[in-house]
Nanobody, 117 residues
Framework: QVQLVESGGGLVQAGGSLRLSCAAS????????MGWYRQAPGKQRDLVAT???????YYADSVKGRFTISRDNAKNTVYLQMNSLKSEDTAVYYC???????????WGQGTQVTVSS
């Protein structure tokens, strides 16, 4: 079993920065594709960024150039560096780990990010 625990959320002013962390328990983190998603009140959960086991990255257009996803396999942790934050970035941010068809997909419990304008 895998547990994903997010941290680093909080309240920040527009234009500020936050770094989210997602720590994974268990084995096989290095082969997992990891991602960050977010869900604002009353809206669906949307993809923010992903990173493959080979560290290829993908970003939603809304965060491109402002957010950076990275991973540290030695620490079983994936990060989301968020710069130039906007009020529309306010949401609960979730970490997702895709460990493949045989090992499964896992979600963290979420961390709240609130950007005040």
């Amino acid at each position: 079993q895998v547990q994903l625990v997010e941290s680093g959320g909080g309240l920040v002013q527009a234009g500020g920065s936050l770094r989210l962390s997602c720590a994974a328990s268990g084995s096989f983190f290095s082969i997992a594709a990891m991602g960050w998603y977010r869900q604002a009140p009353g809206k669906q959960r949307d993809l923010v960024a992903t990173i493959t086991s080979g560290s290829s990255t993908y970003y939603a257009d809304s965060v491109k150039g402002r957010f950076t996803i990275s991973r540290d396999n030695a620490k079983n942790t994936v990060y989301l560096q968020m710069n130039s934050l906007k009020s529309e970035d306010t949401a609960v941010y979730y970490c997702k780990g895709n460990y493949g068809l045989t090992r499964g997909v896992y979600w963290g419990q979420g961390t709240q990010v609130t950007v005040s304008s």
